[in-house]
């Protein structure tokens, strides 16, 4: 099993006293597989991804990554996770204004001592985005910046892939095709993915799906 998450509990601090934003939460997947996390705003999903992620730690529970507990890591341990093994997708596209398309695709790679000019190559392929590999990000529709995004999160073969509403801000349209995509590259590498999204249409395209209400499974 590539993740089997038991039991997270989290609490964040705020004004009006703890909060309890997840109760108790456990998921598996496999590698090869797909999940899609729904539920209503504020019920806890990007709080779940983060943890699995490795960018924030539960209060109680374990997530267990290809055997290793990613919760009982030191900081140089979940940096290393999410150099390599673990790759995330934004709404935010985040791509570094001053690299051309091909040179942000790598970076992740690089930086994860994963680069694979042939991989790269299928990737710029398979996104249609090989027109564009020598343009700078801001020469790029939305939908572009988008593939060069999930581009750069598939290029050091991530394990497992973790995404945050991908294509919430893309048309039907654009989001349908770079979904396609993603679902495809990611059959390529055997990776899990697990999606979170607001898109009953997309959620029924992933091959399980997952509904959090107020921070427990539904
Ligand atoms: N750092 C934080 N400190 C305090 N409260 C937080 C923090 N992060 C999130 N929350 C609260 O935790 C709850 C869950 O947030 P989270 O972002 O995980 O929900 P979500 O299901 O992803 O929502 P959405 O679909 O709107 O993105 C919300 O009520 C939010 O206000």
Redesign the pocket.
Known sequence: MLLDVKDIH?T???ADGP?E??RGIGLTLDAGETLALT????????????LIGGL?TPDRGQIMLDGVDIAALDDNGRADLRRGTVGVVFQQFNLIPSLKVSDNIAFQARLAGRYDPDWLTVLADRMGLTPQMGKYPEQLSGGQQQRVAIARTLAPKPRLVLA??PTGNLDEATASVVMDLMLELVTVTGAGLLM?T?SDALAGRMQRRLH?RA?QVA
Request: glycine share 16%; hydrophobic share 30%; aromatic share 8%.
């Open positions: 989290k964040y601090a705020t909060f934003v997840l539920g209503e705003s504020g019920s806890g999903k990007s709080t779940l991804l983060h924030d945050d509403e979170v607001h959090l921070g």
